[in-house]
Nanobody, 113 residues
């Protein structure tokens, strides 16, 4: 059974930090590029960051310099470290196994004072 399970979301004040995790099971993790996406209320889902199987990374312009994506192939887990959070970062964050096109269920991130 394929599972992507996100965790680490929550409520944080502007300027704060959160670390999201996505634990993957049921697929061959280390052949997958892995992505983090987010969807704000009333908006389309957008790509936030992607990490390749060789650890190359790409970021949306809106998060460059603030977010860091990483992966631990031994733990079948991908992370998103989010720093200096802004209210516009609010949304549901999803991870995706790019090769299989499989999504997790999402974790809510709310940035508000």
């Amino acid at each position: 059974q394929v599972q992507l399970v996100e965790s680490g979301g929550g409520l944080v004040q502007p300027g704060g930090s959160l670390r999201l995790s996505c634990a993957v099971s049921g697929i061959v993790f280390d052949i997958n590029n892995m992505g983090w996406y987010r969807q704000a209320p009333g908006r389309q889902r957008e790509s936030v960051a992607i990490i390749s199987v060789t650890d190359n990374t790409e970021y949306a312009d809106s998060v460059k310099g603030r977010f860091i994506i990483s992966r631990d192939n031994a733990r079948n887990t991908v992370y998103l470290q989010m720093n200096n959070l802004k209210p516009e970062d609010t949304g549901v964050y999803y991870c995706k196994a790019e090769f299989y096109g499989i999504w997790g269920q999402g974790t809510q991130v709310t940035v508000s004072s």
